[in-house]
T-cell receptor, first 116, second 115 residues
Framework: AQKVTQAQTEISVVEKEDVTLDCVYE???????LFWYKQPPSGELVFLIR??????QNEISGRYSWNFQKSTSSFNFTITASQVVDSAVYFC?????????????FGTGTRLQVTL | ETGVTQTPRHLVMGMTNKKSLKCEQH?????MYWYKQSAKKPLELMFV???????ENNSVPSRFSPECPNSSHLFLHLHTLQPEDSALYLC??????????????FGPGTRLTVT
Protein backbone atom coordinates (compact mmCIF):
# COMPACT_ATOMS: atom_id res chain seq x y z
CA ALA A 1 0.00 0.00 0.00
CA GLN A 2 1.13 3.50 -0.68
CA LYS A 3 1.84 5.90 2.12
CA VAL A 4 2.81 9.55 2.47
CA THR A 5 4.20 10.93 5.71
CA GLN A 6 4.37 14.59 6.59
CA ALA A 7 5.85 14.50 10.05
CA GLN A 8 5.57 18.23 10.65
CA THR A 9 2.04 18.97 11.80
CA GLU A 10 2.50 22.69 12.21
CA ILE A 11 5.31 25.16 11.50
CA SER A 12 5.41 28.78 12.54
CA VAL A 13 7.91 31.23 11.02
CA VAL A 14 8.41 34.94 10.84
CA GLU A 15 8.07 36.61 7.46
CA LYS A 16 11.18 36.46 5.28
CA GLU A 17 12.44 33.29 6.91
CA ASP A 18 13.05 30.24 4.75
CA VAL A 19 11.05 27.14 5.61
CA THR A 20 11.23 23.51 4.44
CA LEU A 21 8.27 21.17 4.51
CA ASP A 22 9.18 17.49 4.62
CA CYS A 23 7.51 14.67 2.71
CA VAL A 24 8.47 10.99 2.83
CA TYR A 25 6.66 8.41 0.73
CA GLU A 26 6.39 4.66 0.37
CA UNK A 27 5.47 2.81 -2.78
CA UNK A 28 6.29 -0.44 -4.56
CA UNK A 29 5.69 1.08 -7.97
CA UNK A 30 8.70 1.91 -10.12
CA UNK A 31 6.78 4.61 -11.94
CA UNK A 32 4.92 7.08 -9.82
CA UNK A 33 4.18 10.76 -9.50
CA LEU A 34 4.49 13.09 -6.54
CA PHE A 35 2.55 16.29 -6.01
CA TRP A 36 2.38 19.24 -3.69
CA TYR A 37 -0.86 21.12 -3.04
CA LYS A 38 -1.61 24.24 -1.02
CA GLN A 39 -4.89 24.63 0.88
CA PRO A 40 -5.50 28.22 1.99
CA PRO A 41 -8.25 29.02 4.52
CA SER A 42 -10.76 29.23 1.66
CA GLY A 43 -10.56 25.45 1.41
CA GLU A 44 -9.70 24.89 -2.23
CA LEU A 45 -6.59 22.80 -2.88
CA VAL A 46 -4.25 24.56 -5.27
CA PHE A 47 -1.88 22.47 -7.39
CA LEU A 48 1.76 23.50 -7.02
CA ILE A 49 3.93 20.88 -8.69
CA ARG A 50 4.03 17.38 -10.21
CA UNK A 51 7.19 15.32 -10.37
CA UNK A 52 7.60 11.88 -11.91
CA UNK A 53 9.85 9.19 -10.47
CA UNK A 54 12.30 9.32 -13.35
CA UNK A 55 13.04 13.00 -13.03
CA UNK A 56 15.20 13.73 -10.02
CA GLN A 57 16.09 17.23 -11.06
CA ASN A 58 15.29 19.79 -8.44
CA GLU A 59 12.88 22.47 -9.50
CA ILE A 60 12.63 26.13 -8.64
CA SER A 61 9.63 28.34 -9.29
CA GLY A 62 10.05 31.81 -7.89
CA ARG A 63 10.31 31.50 -4.10
CA TYR A 64 9.35 27.82 -4.22
CA SER A 65 11.78 24.95 -4.71
CA TRP A 66 11.46 21.21 -4.52
CA ASN A 67 14.10 18.60 -3.66
CA PHE A 68 13.29 15.09 -4.88
CA GLN A 69 15.58 12.35 -3.56
CA LYS A 70 14.66 8.86 -4.63
CA SER A 71 17.35 7.30 -2.44
CA THR A 72 15.61 8.56 0.68
CA SER A 73 12.05 8.52 -0.75
CA SER A 74 11.65 12.18 0.00
CA PHE A 75 10.15 15.12 -1.85
CA ASN A 76 10.73 18.20 0.26
CA PHE A 77 9.37 21.67 -0.42
CA THR A 78 11.18 24.88 0.48
CA ILE A 79 9.72 28.37 0.55
CA THR A 80 12.37 31.07 0.46
CA ALA A 81 11.69 34.44 2.07
CA SER A 82 8.27 33.39 3.31
CA GLN A 83 5.35 35.80 3.20
CA VAL A 84 2.11 36.01 5.16
CA VAL A 85 0.22 34.90 2.03
CA ASP A 86 2.08 31.59 2.24
CA SER A 87 0.10 30.72 5.37
CA ALA A 88 -1.87 27.59 4.48
CA VAL A 89 -1.92 23.84 4.87
CA TYR A 90 0.42 22.10 2.45
CA PHE A 91 -0.18 18.55 1.28
CA CYS A 92 2.18 16.13 -0.35
CA UNK A 93 0.57 13.38 -2.45
CA UNK A 94 1.56 10.23 -4.30
CA UNK A 95 -0.29 8.82 -7.28
CA UNK A 96 -1.21 5.40 -8.48
CA UNK A 97 -3.33 4.59 -11.48
CA UNK A 98 -7.04 3.87 -11.42
CA UNK A 99 -7.77 2.82 -14.96
CA UNK A 100 -6.67 5.80 -16.99
CA UNK A 101 -7.32 8.17 -14.11
CA UNK A 102 -5.15 8.55 -11.04
CA UNK A 103 -5.63 7.97 -7.34
CA UNK A 104 -3.85 10.31 -5.00
CA UNK A 105 -2.72 9.26 -1.56
CA PHE A 106 -2.29 12.37 0.56
CA GLY A 107 -0.21 13.03 3.62
CA THR A 108 -1.87 14.56 6.66
CA GLY A 109 -0.62 18.01 5.73
CA THR A 110 1.62 20.61 7.33
CA ARG A 111 0.06 23.82 8.55
CA LEU A 112 2.36 26.76 7.89
CA GLN A 113 1.79 29.97 9.79
CA VAL A 114 3.80 32.99 8.63
CA THR A 115 3.64 36.02 10.91
CA LEU A 116 4.91 39.56 10.60
CA GLU B 1 -17.31 30.11 -14.67
CA THR B 2 -13.80 28.76 -14.64
CA GLY B 3 -12.06 25.81 -13.06
CA VAL B 4 -14.04 23.47 -10.83
CA THR B 5 -17.17 24.70 -9.11
CA GLN B 6 -19.15 23.05 -6.34
CA THR B 7 -22.61 23.74 -4.98
CA PRO B 8 -23.76 24.25 -2.36
CA ARG B 9 -20.76 25.60 -0.45
CA HIS B 10 -22.41 24.83 2.88
CA LEU B 11 -25.07 22.27 3.73
CA VAL B 12 -26.73 21.35 7.00
CA MET B 13 -28.92 18.29 6.91
CA GLY B 14 -30.66 15.97 9.28
CA MET B 15 -29.96 12.28 9.37
CA THR B 16 -33.17 11.44 7.54
CA ASN B 17 -32.80 13.98 4.75
CA LYS B 18 -31.81 13.36 1.15
CA LYS B 19 -29.60 15.91 -0.56
CA SER B 20 -27.17 16.10 -3.45
CA LEU B 21 -23.82 17.79 -3.94
CA LYS B 22 -22.99 19.08 -7.38
CA CYS B 23 -19.65 19.52 -9.08
CA GLU B 24 -18.95 21.02 -12.48
CA GLN B 25 -15.63 21.35 -14.26
CA HIS B 26 -14.91 23.82 -17.05
CA UNK B 27 -11.42 22.55 -17.88
CA UNK B 28 -12.16 20.00 -20.59
CA UNK B 29 -11.08 17.16 -18.32
CA UNK B 30 -12.40 13.60 -18.57
CA UNK B 31 -11.84 12.24 -15.06
CA MET B 32 -13.61 13.40 -11.91
CA TYR B 33 -13.14 12.55 -8.25
CA TRP B 34 -14.86 12.89 -4.88
CA TYR B 35 -12.76 13.28 -1.73
CA LYS B 36 -13.75 13.57 1.92
CA GLN B 37 -11.70 15.78 4.25
CA SER B 38 -12.38 15.34 7.96
CA ALA B 39 -10.62 17.16 10.75
CA LYS B 40 -7.24 15.65 11.60
CA LYS B 41 -7.50 12.94 8.92
CA PRO B 42 -5.86 12.72 5.52
CA LEU B 43 -7.96 13.42 2.49
CA GLU B 44 -9.83 10.24 1.63
CA LEU B 45 -10.56 9.36 -1.96
CA MET B 46 -14.17 8.23 -2.27
CA PHE B 47 -14.92 7.75 -5.96
CA VAL B 48 -13.15 8.05 -9.30
CA UNK B 49 -14.84 8.43 -12.67
CA UNK B 50 -12.82 8.12 -15.85
CA UNK B 51 -14.53 8.82 -19.16
CA UNK B 52 -17.86 8.78 -17.28
CA UNK B 53 -17.27 5.27 -15.95
CA UNK B 54 -16.74 4.62 -12.27
CA UNK B 55 -13.30 3.07 -11.87
CA GLU B 56 -12.84 3.29 -8.13
CA ASN B 57 -15.09 2.99 -5.12
CA ASN B 58 -13.04 3.10 -1.96
CA SER B 59 -15.31 1.06 0.31
CA VAL B 60 -17.65 3.99 0.71
CA PRO B 61 -20.95 3.30 2.55
CA SER B 62 -23.98 3.00 0.32
CA ARG B 63 -25.53 6.10 1.87
CA PHE B 64 -23.21 7.95 -0.53
CA SER B 65 -24.20 7.46 -4.16
CA PRO B 66 -22.21 9.12 -6.97
CA GLU B 67 -23.48 9.97 -10.42
CA CYS B 68 -21.53 11.19 -13.43
CA PRO B 69 -23.93 12.00 -16.29
CA ASN B 70 -21.20 13.46 -18.50
CA SER B 71 -17.54 14.40 -18.29
CA SER B 72 -18.30 17.88 -16.96
CA HIS B 73 -20.67 17.04 -14.12
CA LEU B 74 -20.43 14.94 -11.01
CA PHE B 75 -22.99 14.49 -8.26
CA LEU B 76 -22.88 12.95 -4.82
CA HIS B 77 -26.31 11.89 -3.59
CA LEU B 78 -26.62 11.69 0.17
CA HIS B 79 -29.23 9.88 2.24
CA THR B 80 -29.55 8.69 5.82
CA LEU B 81 -26.23 10.19 6.81
CA GLN B 82 -24.57 9.91 10.19
CA PRO B 83 -23.01 12.72 12.25
CA GLU B 84 -19.56 11.30 11.49
CA ASP B 85 -20.18 12.09 7.82
CA SER B 86 -19.83 15.78 8.63
CA ALA B 87 -16.79 16.93 6.66
CA LEU B 88 -15.56 18.98 3.72
CA TYR B 89 -16.37 17.19 0.47
CA LEU B 90 -14.02 18.08 -2.34
CA CYS B 91 -14.49 17.46 -6.02
CA UNK B 92 -11.55 17.32 -8.43
CA UNK B 93 -10.99 16.76 -12.12
CA UNK B 94 -8.07 15.86 -14.36
CA UNK B 95 -7.14 14.67 -17.80
CA UNK B 96 -6.62 10.95 -18.24
CA UNK B 97 -3.75 9.08 -19.78
CA UNK B 98 -2.36 5.57 -19.94
CA UNK B 99 1.28 6.59 -19.83
CA UNK B 100 1.08 9.80 -17.84
CA UNK B 101 -0.48 10.93 -14.60
CA UNK B 102 -2.00 14.37 -14.75
CA UNK B 103 -2.51 16.69 -11.83
CA UNK B 104 -5.96 17.08 -10.34
CA UNK B 105 -7.69 20.42 -9.99
CA PHE B 106 -9.95 20.88 -7.01
CA GLY B 107 -13.13 22.78 -6.34
CA PRO B 108 -13.70 24.86 -3.20
CA GLY B 109 -15.60 22.08 -1.46
CA THR B 110 -18.96 21.67 0.25
CA ARG B 111 -18.90 21.94 4.03
CA LEU B 112 -21.45 19.35 5.19
CA THR B 113 -22.85 19.23 8.70
CA VAL B 114 -25.10 16.34 9.67
CA THR B 115 -27.29 17.00 12.70
Amino acid sequence: AQKVTQAQTEISVVEKEDVTLDCVYETRDTTYYLFWYKQPPSGELVFLIRRNSFDEQNEISGRYSWNFQKSTSSFNFTITASQVVDSAVYFCALSETAGTASKLTFGTGTRLQVTL
Amino acid sequence: ETGVTQTPRHLVMGMTNKKSLKCEQHLGHNAMYWYKQSAKKPLELMFVYSLEERVENNSVPSRFSPECPNSSHLFLHLHTLQPEDSALYLCASSLTGTAYTYEQYFGPGTRLTVT
